[in-house]
């Protein structure tokens, strides 16, 4: 199989389990209640300072604690379902990384990104020195890791246009 199209269908699968796992683990209903309360006291306490209102800004900053929690909640809401879908795209990706190492090119672009080349040259042959007999990649050329970044970014837009998420 071409390695583009290996790590084509492996982003696919990649960005697939992440986004079923994700929604499958969070509690949509209690991030969404958590988020709006933490929302209307952001609001609250913007609105406190744009009129200079010391008072109601200090009975906002009293309700401190009881926001942190709410804060805390959230991010145990959202995070922790996201941490455990992630374990399987970085199997996936050492699966890519074992199959399609090396320097070689497996896509050509048809324009010049200067960036990658950049990138390219001094992180995997200077700085992270993969081989002793590095040759550096075009800024026309992506290796594995560039051909699945513009992958996993298209899939993950596309699927979730297609489930009607906005995030």
Not at 107 to 136: D, Y
């Amino acid at each position: 199989m071409e390695p583009f199209l290996g790590i084509t269908i492996l982003s696919f699968v990649a960005v697939f389990i992440n986004i079923f796992m994700t929604n499958l683990l969070i509690d949509k209903k209690k991030a969404r209640k958590l988020y709006e309360k933490l929302r209307e006291h952001q609001s609250k306490i913007l609105e406190a300072y744009r009129k200079r209102d010391m008072k109601k800004i200090k009975e906002l900053q009293k309700n401190l604690q009881e926001i942190n929690e709410v804060r805390l909640e959230f991010m145990k809401t959202v995070q922790i379902p996201m941490f455990v879908s992630i374990t399987p795209v970085i199997f996936i990706l050492a699966i890519i990384g074992k199959l399609y190492s090396g320097n070689k090119a497996v896509v050509e672009l048809p324009f010049s990104l200067g960036i990658i080349e950049w990138l390219h040259r001094h992180m995997t042959c200077g700085f992270f020195k993969v081989s002793q007999n590095c040759v550096a990649l075009s800024g026309a050329e992506l290796g594995w890791i560039g051909w699945y970044f513009i992958c996993s970014l298209f899939f993950t837009t596309l699927l979730r246009a297609i489930l009607g998420k906005p995030y």
